[in-house]
């Protein structure tokens, strides 16, 4: 079949939104979206000296809280399709579950919710977790991959994920690369 004869996938049928995704427990721990905005993550961020973006209306955010404490939370910074997963940062895991596990438990909902979204892309840095990220399908991507609205986050290395039905990774504008190369 010649390329231009194929026709796109079509997107799978839409879900709930993150927002109407129902709370779950694993090992006393509750994981949820972040209803009120994204406070208390971010201020677990601050906690945890991470690096967090400016707050946007169309954030995504979820929590985990054990004992009525929060005890873990990630956010992802969205640009149009795409979106940059900052965490996930564990501060305490309640007995019995190791923070990777808690950590992993929070990036689960998160992917649900964004297959869910017009997200098609999610950009990640490692932060020594790559055996979560490729876990939950996110493969390394060269630095170039990024859209210009999410570049310069502190960091080093990235991955993507995509959105099932999606094959592609977002080329980067070789016209912008020219341009600072100065060509």
């Known amino acids: 079949m010649s390329r231009s004869a194929r026709r796109p996938v079509p997107r799978p049928a839409a879900e709930p939104a993150a927002r ?12 949820r979206p972040c209803q009120a905005g994204a406070a208390e993550v971010r201020n677990l961020f601050k906690y945890a000296g991470a690096w967090i973006p400016e707050p946007t209306p169309d954030e995504l955010a979820w929590e985990a809280e054990a004992g009525g404490r929060l005890v873990g939370g990630l956010l992802v910074e969205r640009r149009g399709a795409h979106g ?3 965490g996930p940062v564990v501060v305490e895991s309640p007995a019995g579950a190791e923070p990777l596990d808690v950590a992993d438990q929070l990036l689960a909902p998160l992917l649900a919710a964004a297959a869910a ?3 098609d892309t999610l950009f990640t840095r490692p932060q020594g977790l790559d055996r979560l990220w490729v876990r939950r399908g996110f493969v390394p991507v060269p630095e170039a991959s990024l859209p210009s609205g999410l570049r310069d986050r502190p960091g080093i290395g990235l991955f993507a994920w995509r959105r099932p039905g999606t094959y592609a990774i977002s080329t980067p504008d070789e ?3 020219r341009r600072r190369r100065g060509r």
């Open 84 to 86: 940059f997963v900052h």
């Open 117 to 119: 979204t017009p997200l």
């Open 175 to 177: 016209e912008a690369s």
């Open 20 to 31: 109407d995704l129902e709370p779950r427990t694993w090992q006393g721990v509750t994981f």
